[in-house]
């Protein structure tokens, strides 16, 4: 079944262009990745500390091995000093 994973990601005052940095760099790796299927980084128009992912997968098990991947771990470190919430993924499916 295929997967829609969101992420939200609230930077910390001053910290919007190093999570906005941080995105930018995951994505392209990402977008390789034999079972991405899309994947797009967004920033808030209304909150210009709040930033989205939004990517869709062949299944969970091709999320699961993207987040063991050096790109993604690399990015997890690099971004959670900067947000000021933990770090979570919200996996979807979509509705027919």
């Not at 999570?19 to 995951?26: I, K």
């Not at 690399?74 to 000093?81: R, S």
Request: aromatic content about 10%; overall charge negative.
């Amino acid at each position: 079944m295929e997967l829609f994973i969101f992420a939200r990601f609230h930077a910390r005052p001053d910290q919007e262009a190093g999570v906005g940095t941080a995105l930018r760099r995951v994505i392209a790796p990402t977008r390789q990745e034999a079972g991405c299927l899309s994947i797009h980084a967004f920033r808030s128009i209304k909150d210009p500390q709040l930033f989205y992912i939004h990517s869709h997968w062949v299944d969970e098990a091709a999320f699961d091995n993207h987040v063991s991947q050096p790109h993604t771990v690399k990015f997890v470190e690099e971004v959670q000093p900067l947000i000021d919430h933990a770090l979570g993924t919200t996996r979807a499916e979509l509705l027919n």
